[in-house]
């Protein structure tokens, strides 16, 4: 009788010194000091029928579509799996190279030819990655555990008018832990796939110009301790753009602290207990259904908020402030226009005919989770985000009137426009998701 099987592998992708630092905006500083190691993971999932599905998770800030097409497509072409079922996961570091190139308005860093030999050898590495996890296909055991973690807080702080990145115990975050058990049929082998919801941004408040992988690398690690040292353990980022490290949330002050190197011990070995707690309960053993459907929103922007967020940004002291708004004034005066939408990174995957994973591009904001929830009641439902691409931050359209740096600051440093989305965001969103849903589902 046919039956699962899976194959896993990984391999470390750290750059040299003397690349742009990611999470910095779009000319950041240089690094110049490795804390730890970043690695590339590959996990090759194939059901009874033999559909199979390949998912990578990196140790990276972000990966935008001029580089994951490209790279999936050298991952299809070398695996024989299709594109829409090849899935580029970023954990988000803030640690790590400046991997978001093509998303921002003045990349400085492009000049940088360090950046395009890393992201070539990254290619390479990644294709030798997917044929090591293909030629390790064992028959697995698939079981999918739901729990919680508190390791993440809301970092969206209403202030009167305003909303500060400021820590937020009232605000919405996912207590949501989801983890994949793949375990070898006939050996000790065996895989854990674990998402939650959280900014790794630690490492950097303390080590500016250092790479790491953050919290992940840590989690990994007293995973494996926990474990088992040939565990393979493999994070994949969830929608993570409101959310930080609770650990560093100062509720007194009302600040986040800055960062030790403890705190990122601390986070990383919480949330593997969390993990570990999960895999302790009660699981669903899984008999794989497998489908994939991929596609893009047409997100609306606010063209009326561009051209006065452009003055505001254009009349800033601050230097890098200025440099943005003259930028878009001049866009706004001379061409070209301005983008009215934004195309949004979304996918699907159906595990069985009621586990779905929805993966969505970018800085996809935590009410995401709950809100696709709602719009596909039929399914045990959980989210990805940082897949495929990268165009900044993504609020619901319930927070568009709350402003803040994810709603209005942010978008100025992106090459789609100064204005923040639009009314109508949701409904977009919604239907392509039901459309994809017709496909995958």
């Given at each position: ?173 996912n207590r949501d832990l989801w983890v994949l058990d793949l375990r070898g049929r006939s050996s000790g ?253």
């Amino acid at each position: 009788m046919a039956q699962a099987k899976a194959g896993w592998a990984e391999v470390e992708i750290t750059p040299p010194v003397g690349l742009p630092m990611g999470g910095r905006g779009p000319d950041g500083p240089l690094g110049d000091t490795i804390i730890d190691s970043l690695y590339a993971q590959a996990l090759i999932i194939e059901d009874a029928g033999g559909e199979r599905t390949l998912w990578i998770a990196f140790d990276l800030i972000s990966i935008t579509h001029e580089d994951s097409v490209p790279l999936r497509f050298e991952l299809s072409a070398a695996t024989g799996i299709p594109m829409d079922a090849i899935i580029l996961n970023c954990s988000h570091t803030h640690s790590g190279p400046g991997t978001c190139r093509g998303s921002h308005i003045l990349e400085l860093y492009l000049a940088n030819p360090k950046l395009g030999a890393y992201m070539a050898q990254l290619t390479g590495k990644v294709r030798l990655l997917a044929l090591q996890a293909a030629s390790r296909m064992l028959p697995v055991e698939v079981a999918i555990y739901q729990g919680v973690s508190d390791v993440a807080i809301n970092r969206r702080r209403p202030v009167g008018d305003n909303v500060k990145m400021a820590p937020n115990p009232d605000g919405h975050y996912n207590r949501d832990l989801w983890v994949l058990d793949l375990r070898g049929r006939s050996s000790g082998d065996r895989c854990v796939l674990f998402s939650y919801a959280c900014h790794p941004v630690l490492v950097y408040r303390y080590a500016r110009t250092s790479i790491s992988p953050d919290y992940p690398g840590k989690c990994r690690k007293h995973l494996r301790a926990q474990l088992g040292e040939s565990v393979h353990c493999q994070f994949m980022q969830s929608v993570a753009g409101n959310v930080r490290p609770r650990q560093v949330a100062d509720l007194e002050t009302g600040t986040f602290r800055n960062a030790t190197p403890e705190d990122v011990e601390t986070v990383g070995k919480q949330l593997a207990n969390d993990i570990v707690t999960v895999l302790a309960g009660h699981g669903t053993t899984l008999e794989l259904d497998l489908g994939f459907a991929e596609g893009w929103a047409a997100l609306p922007r606010d063209q009326a908020a561009a051209a006065q967020t452009a003055h505001h940004y254009a009349q800033d002291e601050n230097e890098k402030k200025h440099r943005f708004g003259k930028y878009w004034l001049d866009r706004i005066e001379h061409g070209p226009p301005l983008a009215t939408h934004t195309p949004w990174s979304i996918g699907l995957i159906r595990l069985t005919r009621k586990h779905v994973i929805v993966h969505l591009g970018g800085d996809s904001l935590a009410e995401w989770l709950p809100l696709i929830r709602r719009w596909l009641p039929a399914y045990e439902l959980f989210i990805w985000a940082y897949t495929q691409d990268f165009q900044g931050y993504l609020p619901t359209e319930e927070l568009l009137d709350e402003g803040g740096y994810e709603v209005v600051r942010a978008p100025v440093m992106f090459k789609t426009g100064p204005g923040p989305l639009a009314a109508g965001l949701n409904n977009a969103m919604r239907r392509a998701i039901e459309r994809l849903a017709k496909r995958a589902l």
